[in-house]
């Protein structure tokens, strides 16, 4: 067998010895590191432990916390009607997310990806309400859904119809829900269209080329070829619209703060009422446990389900 | 199997010309290339061929049916892409029967077809395997299956061989060129590289800034270029011009490069009178410059002094490039021949092969 050759002297005087050499490399990365792990620890990490013991205490938030009240929190959160209220609204939030919302994310992507004329126009447009600040854009379908036709213009239109009657958007229980769903969607349908949109340019055009001498019409292309090398953009998609619609709050509680009588309820408005109106810190920090908990289990149960190779890498 | 027709095809993009009057028929069978350098619109010429792109005018014919308005789908067509285009997400096998299964071909046809032309292309062995689990040669061969598998009238070929490593391109060659004897089927074939367009070809089509320039047998091509353009682009390495003077002395014609003097054979004083005492420019290919220890017999060798710049040994042959006062070329010379850098030498013109151009309208001079 061959000697291994030493390394020369000049190179172990610089880099000093193996195991040093790889203590200072940890060093550097540690030091690098450092800034940003001591924000995350006092304004992420701390927090949450610090909300796990408030929630063991019936604590009103003045003082320090000393009516331990053991898990009683979290067992009159299950047993209370609002918060399963809330549970539920945010499933049909979610629902209708996945339904309608991100179909017509990727339907507006597909058009302004490729074919439409003036789609640079249409792409900033479509883009605009997500860069509008949460409160603008809530009080803005505030007015548009006034229930005084001569102030809301939703209503102002439909009275225009024949038979057309003034509908009460936003203080009718049956319909708030899907009411600050349409408002939800027009705030956020532009986020995931650029999502979209950035999957799609990731697409090369031959394979879709090649998918039309093939034999495919478009809309054989678009569910054989183009909707499975969208897999993992879809993906990403999905997960940030769940988790956005388990914590959606601020449009929720400028429109209807959970009203009319909890009927557009969500979790974050139930946690923020206990929390910070009622100023029942002790119950409050239980409901951001449950909700912590939540989009936890959903994250982990989420990527271990969908982890599938993205087929364009490689290529 | 069909022929195919291009009749005053126009592409315009905005301002830009990519395919201009191209007017071709190809007959059923045949094996064109389409050769050119890149942006000729050769590609192009394909992809309207293909229906990606619609033509700005003109007419575009498959057997006798005009396809200016038909879909893809419906030409009858397989095309094989510069970068295979392969579907990321299927494996082999799907990738391959993706096409006949949109056609509601029956099940076990899709299998027997699939194994068959796997076969054929030896990758039978991968049909489970994803594309991206396939090395770039055997990317390459099931995009040929894809195309093989559909049974079309007319296969395209986009520039197929250019991501593939020199060996394997040869190797690939020959492949594609076994492929069209037993598919028997009309092949059409983009490449800018013109030892691929000689080698496979039954006819070329040499195009230019979107003009055909020549179309014509290899052999053809190689000995009779019709302009500068060809001349230039087909061989390898390039045929040798020279900016030179037709001239008169003793009743015979003579090339005077300033530098040399060359004679021109009689028999081609009839053609070269009209440019008697005008500027033409004389071409010579390599191949037809010779050491004069090893000329071959019986040609019209002409010799010339120079001094040589660079030799490089090729084993079968040395290429010497020359200088003779403002001229330089290159010459293909015997392997014998024993001559260093820096050293003058005296090298044949083989006059029966020379090529005589008007340096005006760049047209070969015949």
């Not at chain 2, 991501?163 to 028997?184: C, G």
């Not at chain 2, 009309?186 to 800034?209: G, L, S």
């Not at chain 2, 070269?272 to 410059?289: A, S």
């Amino acid at each position: 067998m061959q000697p291994i050759p030493a390394i020369p002297d000049i190179l172990k005087l610089k880099r000093g010895t193996g195991s040093s050499h790889r203590f200072q490399d940890n060093l550097t990365i540690a030091l690098f590191l450092l800034p940003a792990l001591i924000l995350f620890l006092i304004f992420v990490i701390y927090p949450i432990f610090q909300s796990v013991y408030y929630s063991l205490f019936d604590w009103k938030g003045f003082g320090p916390a000393v009516d331990f009240v053991g898990l009683d929190n979290f067992i009159n959160i299950l047993t209370d009607k609002v918060f399963l209220i809330a549970l539920r609204n945010g499933v049909f939030i979610i629902a209708f997310s996945l339904v309608f919302q991100l179909p017509l994310s990727l339907a507006l992507a597909v058009l302004v990806g490729r074919d439409l004329p003036g789609r640079v126009f249409f792409r900033t447009i479509f883009f605009m309400p997500y860069v509008l600040s949460e409160v603008m854009a809530a009080i803005m379908w505030l007015f548009l859904y006034n229930a005084d036709p001569e102030r809301g213009l939703l209503n102002a239109l439909l009275v225009l119809f024949p038979g057309g009657k003034a509908i009460p958007w936003l203080s009718d229980t049956n319909i708030v829900l899907p009411a600050v769903f349409l408002a939800i969607t027009w705030k956020y349908f532009g986020f995931h269209m650029l999502l979209y949109l950035a999957g799609l340019q990731n697409i090369p055009i031959e394979i879709e080329e090649a998918g039309r001498v093939d034999g495919a019409n478009s809309f054989q292309n678009f569910f054989y070829i183009t909707l499975p090398l969208l897999g993992s953009t879809i993906r990403t998609s999905v997960y940030l619209s769940v988790l956005g619609s388990l914590q959606q709050f601020i449009l929720v509680w400028i429109m209807t703060k959970g009203g009319p009588v909890n009927a557009s309820e969500t979790l974050a408005t139930y946690m923020y009422r206990f929390g910070f109106v009622r100023f029942q810190l002790g119950y409050g920090s239980a409901v951001a446990i449950y909700m912590f908990l939540i989009c936890l289990t959903f994250s982990l149960v989420y990527r271990r389900l969908t982890r599938q190779p993205d087929y364009l890498t490689g290529l | 199997m069909a022929s195919v027709t291009f009749e005053h095809v126009f592409k315009r993009f905005g301002d830009v010309i990519a395919v201009n009057d191209l007017d071709i028929k190809i007959e059923d069978k045949e094996f064109l290339v389409l050769v050119g350098p890149s942006g000729c619109g050769k590609t192009t010429a394909l992809r309207c061929l293909a229906g990606l792109e619609e033509i700005s005018d003109g007419k575009i014919m498959i057997g006798d049916r005009v396809v200016n308005d038909v879909a893809p789908k419906d030409r009858d067509i397989a095309m094989v892409f510069q970068s295979y285009a392969l579907y990321p997400h299927m494996s082999v096998y799907d990738n391959m029967a993706f096409g006949l299964k949109l056609r509601k071909v029956p099940k076990d046809e899709i299998k027997r077809r699939v194994t068959q032309a796997a076969d054929m292309l030896g990758i039978g062995h991968l049909l489970d395997r994803k594309p991206r689990q396939l090395s770039g040669g055997q990317r390459q061969r099931v995009a040929v299956g894809r195309a093989i598998v559909r049974e079309p009238k007319v296969f395209l070929f986009d520039e197929p061989l250019s991501n593939l490593d020199a060996k394997l391109r040869v190797e690939t060659r020959a492949n594609i060129s076994k492929l069209h004897l037993q598919l028997a089927t009309t092949f059409i074939y983009v490449t800018h590289d013109q030892v691929e367009a000689m080698t496979m070809a039954t006819r070329i089509a040499v195009i230019n800034k979107g003009l055909l320039q020549q179309i014509d047998t290899p052999q053809t091509l190689y000995d009779k270029p019709n302009n500068l353009f060809v001349a230039g682009f087909i061989g390898s390495p390039a045929m040798n011009f020279f900016k030179t003077k037709l001239v008169k002395g003793d009743g015979k014609l003579f090339v005077d490069g300033g530098s040399f003097k060359v004679e021109v054979p009689t028999d081609r004083n009839n053609v070269y009178m009209p440019y008697l005492d005008k500027p033409v420019i004389l071409g010579v290919r390599p191949e037809n410059i010779h050491d004069p220890n090893f000329c071959p017999p019986g040609i019209f060798a002409q010799n010339i002094d120079g001094k040589v710049d660079v030799t490089e040994l090729m084993g079968n042959e040395i290429q010497l490039y020359v200088t003779a006062g403002e001229h330089s070329f290159v010459a293909r010379v015997d392997p014998r021949t024993k001559v260093r850098m820096g050293e003058s030498i005296q090298v044949a013109f083989n006059m029966g092969n020379m090529h005589l151009f008007d340096p005006e309208t760049e047209q070969a001079i015949r």
